[in-house]
């Protein structure tokens, strides 16, 4: 392209140019230097031109009604030789310093005029041209959306449903608990569970559905499945229907995916990891009010049976550390299971309000 006749304007909507200015080298020094060398004439408008190259805001941002002013002032100054400006330190000096030279020996020549009511008319049409680009370059704002937590919880003895906004349903076990933001703002839908709980998660291929249980995360679309988690860090996530990733944040190689009837089974911060085939009964029993003991260690039975009565239960005389409980009790008192656990576990108790004590025989 010839740019022999470049006006000011040419030269700050020439892309060489701009580049040459803002990100001076060897290279394009030598080009520009060249060229003023050829083109005299060019000098003027190439000064000129460079200021308001530099004086360009970003594209990515906005610019104030006191930036305008400012700027608008500086053409003008400029324009009417009233002002000699004194360049910011971090502006590149290459560019300036091949105008300065030639400058110095043109100052040596009669000088040439320029026609400075042009200059102000490509001044302005520049000017507009880059409001125009910054209008419609500028990426939108997005609203910031001020973040509201909730929280619903159950008290030992008690067990709850929960209608989500998206439609999910969350069936709370007792002395359980889950947090999440109203409205699932954002690209997902997570949820951060302690203790035990059913999800029916409403499909939405758009937004996953997130659980996180300690450091183990629980990803689906359209879904359901149980996860617990038990004492001593224990995770089981089982699988009723459609499917479900499963990854630990500690451990980045245990990541897994299930399909109906699967369980993964964990401890926090990955130390370990099982994935096997389940029974459903015994998955859900909870939801239908049964409680079953399938060689349940004590301690962990134990622990059942204060969360699904919200009692608390002491043990004394207990010396068997390997003794687990069977037994499934279907809409039974706390009395009724007591008296069928101790035939086989030989053991006595004591009920006294929410007070139970269990005394092991010697």
């Known amino acids: ?79 009417d030789g009233r002002e000699q400006k004194q360049e910011a330190k971090s502006f590149p000096i290459h560019a300036e310093a091949t105008i300065n030279h030639y400058s110095r020996q043109k100052s040596t020549k009669p000088s040439r005029k320029i026609n400075f009511q042009m200059v102000k008319a490509a001044a302005i049409l520049l000017l507009a041209f880059t409001l125009g680009l910054m209008y419609f370059t500028a990426p939108e704002q997005e609203e910031i959306q001020e973040l509201k937590w909730l929280t619903y919880s159950t008290k030992p003895g008690v067990k709850s449903a929960i209608t989500l906004s998206d439609g999910s349903v969350v069936k709370l076990n007792a002395g359980s608990s889950i947090r999440y933001v109203q409205n699932f703002v954002g690209d997902t839908r997570e949820v951060y569970l302690e203790g035990e709980a059913f999800f029916d998660v409403a499909h939405n291929a758009d937004k996953p559905f997130i659980v996180h249980t300690k450091d183990i995360t629980t990803r689906a679309l359209g879904t359901t499945f ?125 009920i006294e309000g929410k007070e139970i004590q269990i005394n092991f025989q010697q």
């Open 1 to 79: 392209m010839d740019k022999s006749n470049f006006s000011v304007e040419d030269f700050v909507l020439d892309t060489e140019f701009r580049e040459w200015i803002l990100s001076p080298n060897n290279k394009r020094n030598l080009q520009w230097d060249e060229y003023i060398k050829n083109n005299p004439q060019s000098l003027e408008h190439i000064r000129i031109a460079r200021e308001l190259v530099l004086n360009m805001p970003s594209p990515s941002r906005q610019l104030g009604s006191v930036k305008i002013d400012q700027l608008w002032d500086k053409i003008d100054k400029k324009l």
């Open 226 to 350: 149980n996860i617990k988690s038990g004492i001593g860090g224990k995770i089981a996530v089982s699988l009723i229907t459609g499917k479900v990733e499963v990854k630990s944040a500690q451990v980045p190689e245990f990541i897994d995916y299930l399909t109906p009837g699967e369980q993964i089974n964990t401890l926090a911060s990955g130390e370990a990891w099982e994935k096997r085939a389940f029974d459903p009964e015994m998955i859900m029993a909870w939801l239908d009010q049964t409680i079953i003991f399938d060689k349940t260690p004590l301690p962990e039975a134990i622990k059942m049976l204060e969360n699904w009565f919200g009692v608390s239960i002491t043990v004394l005389n207990y010396k068997d550390q390997h003794l687990t409980l069977s037994g499934k009790y279907k809409g039974e008192t706390l009395k009724n299971i007591l008296e069928g656990l101790s035939y086989t576990a030989r053991f006595k108790y004591e």
